[in-house]
């Protein structure tokens, strides 16, 4: 399941949970992300993923595929928010292949993916 999540108004931002359906996709996320194109001509998207990627089904993984294409020239940050290295290493490397900048953080980065996919700032040095 798809659910959103608190984030401020410039960002679209869900939560999975569980199994991940096309439904998911279809009810919950593109709306918002359609809407939020609509309204800023751009997409701040934040997606926490606290589930195994296998229980993503293969029709949502064709749904977010299509989210994708469908608003291919408005994406402009888009953080994923796991604790798997896999989706971090692919998300990293998506800003090679499309338009907009594509981030992957650990789970426990959770506010400061929040912050640099709402505002762009880059974190502190310690």
């Not at 960002?11 to 949970?17: D, E, N």
């Not at 994406?75 to 338009?99: E, K």
Request: glycine share 6%; net charge negative; charged share 25%.
């Amino acid at each position: 399941m798809i659910e959103k999540i608190d984030a401020p108004e410039n960002v679209a931002a869900f939560r999975a949970k569980g199994t991940v359906t096309a439904e998911d996709y279809k009810n919950v996320l593109a709306p918002e992300v359609s809407k939020l194109a609509e309204r800023i001509n751009e997409i701040n998207f934040l997606f926490v993923i606290d589930t195994d990627i296998e229980n993503f089904t293969a029709a949502a993984w064709m749904q977010d595929a299509l989210l994708g294409l469908k608003n291919l020239g408005k994406w402009n940050r888009a953080a994923i928010v796991t604790d798997s290295s896999r989706a971090i290493s692919f998300t990293n490397g998506f800003s090679y292949l499309v338009p907009g900048e594509f981030r992957g953080y650990k789970k426990n980065d959770f506010h400061e993916a929040l912050r640099w996919v709402s505002t762009g700032e880059e974190p502190e040095n310690n």
